[in-house]
């Protein structure tokens, strides 16, 4: 008798709203952030579709499941707005998940300019809309995730028992014309964001949030990073230096296994898996495909955990297990 196939589970699948690229648009946010540019052709037709088209698109890569967030920059750069736009959103992605109940699950888009009413927002999606967690990604202005302003939303999700997954984000202006600058407009702006300075980027909110102290504080908030960890992982010793001058309760290193999951997005290549298992464990690997952004024809999800390499306990918890475990105490 043929096993069944394993559940899959994508944690990091994306979606954009008309309204909320019109309200991109009327602050002339692609005057500064490039990203804002990226959702346009077949990527920002399959963004706003949460129907036919990703279904079959779910289908043909092997995905079971997805679990949606809105895709960067979120409503990080709008201001008193930004509230009711949050609750539209999530209202809206509350029906398509009630539409497909099997196929989709949802975090939580916040108002994050407004951490009072981000906190109240992000405790209403998951305790009244069943929400899984919230996305957020990094810089606020000029303040990172780890400036005692945005505590609210952080001391919620601990309090909820929810992940918080952070996501890439373009790097202000200043750093783009300092780094990732003096080439042709369309290289600078690849560079700063999908070639390398996304990454950067997420990578150094978590380490702020770890230095800040935010997990000797918060010792049970759980943070997902995705591409492999954003970096991080591939420098795991040499982070460790700062041992000996963090003022913090633990090691570097206990924190990337205590408060950290990391996920694939996408990126299937089975050395970056086996590094990230051997810095989080593999009870802290998440599976996911980055859609729209990285799908790719041919049945590439399903054939990548079947050719992973991991043994098939740690398979099934890749593929399902681990979200399901970090998720329970969220509302179902």
């Known amino acids: 008798m043929t096993e069944p196939a394993t559940t899959l589970i994508g944690i990091e699948e994306h979606f954009l709203t008309p309204a909320i690229e019109h309200a991109w648009h009327a602050i002339g946010l692609e005057a500064s952030d490039p990203s804002v540019g990226y959702h346009r052709g077949a990527f920002g037709r399959r963004l706003v579709d949460l129907a036919d088209e990703r279904l079959a698109l779910m289908d043909e890569t092997g995905l079971d499941v997805q679990v949606l967030s809105l895709t960067t920059p979120a409503l990080h750069d709008l201001g008193s ?78 309090a909820l028992g929810v992940p918080v997954l952070l996501h890439p984000r373009t790097p202000p202006a200043l750093v783009r014309e300092a780094y990732y600058s003096g080439f042709s407009p369309i290289v600078d702006a690849a560079f700063a964001t999908v070639g390398l300075g996304w990454h950067y980027d997420a990578g150094i909110q978590f380490l702020r949030l770890v ?30 230096v700062m041992d000996r001058v963090a003022d913090l309760s633990n090691p570097i290193a206990h924190y990337l296994r205590h408060n950290l999951y990391v996920t694939a997005s996408g990126m299937f290549l089975p050395h970056y898996q086996e590094r990230a ?56």
């Open 277 to 332: 298992m051997a810095v989080v464990g593999p009870d802290r690997l998440l599976f996911s495909t980055d859609y729209p952004y990285q799908y790719r024809e041919g049945g590439d999800a399903r054939r990548f955990l079947a050719s992973c390499g991991l043994s098939d306990a740690d398979k099934a918890a890749f593929a399902h297990g681990n979200w399901l475990r970090l998720t329970s105490d969220a509302a179902a």
């Open 211 to 240: 230095l800040a102290g935010t997990f000797d504080r918060l010792p049970n908030l759980q943070v997902i990073l995705g591409h492999w960890g954003e970096l991080v992982l591939f420098y795991a010793e040499r982070l460790a």
């Open 81 to 158: 707005e930004s509230v009711e736009l949050a609750r539209r959103t999530n209202d809206a992605l509350a029906e398509a998940v009630a539409r497909h109940p099997t196929r989709f699950q949802a975090m939580a888009t916040l108002p994050v300019s407004m951490p009072d009413e981000a906190a109240i927002e992000l405790e209403r999606c998951v305790s009244t809309l069943g929400f899984k967690g919230t996305m957020l990604c990094g810089r606020v202005g000029t303040r990172h995730l780890d400036d005692p302003a945005f505590a609210p939303v952080l001391d919620c999700a601990a």
